[in-house]
């Protein structure tokens, strides 16, 4: 790996959420069984950059026109998805991060520095991340993935080292329309998303929820919704796959706007909720969300 070009992307990162970004640099960490592959790139984010499930992959894949946020699926770490005017507040105090999408600071830390390989095995990884500048306190992350027979579990633990502080965690998945090689196919073949939310948080003139909830509206979405119990959704590739999502946290956002691909991201908390209604993180008491995403053959 060419050591300068990842350090200048890094950082460049932080300044514009969609610098030109040269993807994954080096090879990445496969997991396999018989009906799942998952490829991991610890220095693109500690981003899942294919997943294939009985051979049709399922996520958008990087080419030289994507950007950082634009394929896979990346962790969001310490915070999820814009941050109301790049700034952190917290015991009455301001902490402002990169505003690399201004007004916003925008999807957290993970693609600011490489992760770490901990632990490997065929079917089990776990990486791990140093919270350090321009976050206000020293932490870290660690992200493990485990194959099941017919499923990927995933979990996000977010701890401190010292003091306490707030905290968001999610993915970011980029799945596509059609899976498989193809980028467009037939209308009834592209992907269906099927759930059963509690709420829909109201989106103010700011691109963020405004506190107010509402009923579910129908897509398409670029939205926030909300669970009381257990998170679930179902997404289904007509007469190829289906993929049950369900997450230990309580807030989905779905973006199905673009022509090929759709985000459906289980998160702690809603955008800037690290502000309006954050987890605390303090010694001995992590944030750890988990999901799993188990397949089926149709």
Known sequence: ?????????YNAIRQAFDTPWPGPLASGVVLENACLKVV??????????????FGQELLRQWHPARRAFQYGSFPMIPWVGRMAGATLMFNDKRYAMPANKPPFAMHGMACFAPWRL????????????????????????????????????????????EKAFPAAAGWHPWFKKWCGPLDKGKPEESLQLSFSADWQERTGADELPDGKR?????????????????????????????????????????????????????????????????TLVSKGTPLTLTTRWQVEKL
């Open 1 to 9: 790996m060419d050591t300068h070009i990842c350090n200048d992307r």
């Open 40 to 53: 991991i790139h610890p220095e693109d984010g500690c981003r899942i950059t294919s997943l294939t499930a």
């Open 118 to 161: 901990s632990e490997r095995s065929q079917t089990h990884a776990q990486f791990d991340f140093q919270l350090d500048t321009p976050w206000p306190w020293r932490g870290r992350v660690s992200q493990r993935f485990s194959l099941e027979a017919d499923a990927l579990a995933l979990s996000l633990t977010v701890e401190t080292d």
């Open 214 to 278: 509402i009923p579910p509206q129908p897509g398409p979405w670029d939205d926030t919704f909300g669970f009381r119990d257990s998170l679930a959704v179902t997404l289904t590739w007509p007469g190829k796959i289906q993929l049950t999502m369900t997450s230990s946290g309580n807030t989905l956002v779905l973006f199905d706007k673009q022509p090929d691909a759709a985000c459906v991201e289980p998160l702690s908390g809603p955008p800037n909720g690290i502000n309006t209604a954050p």
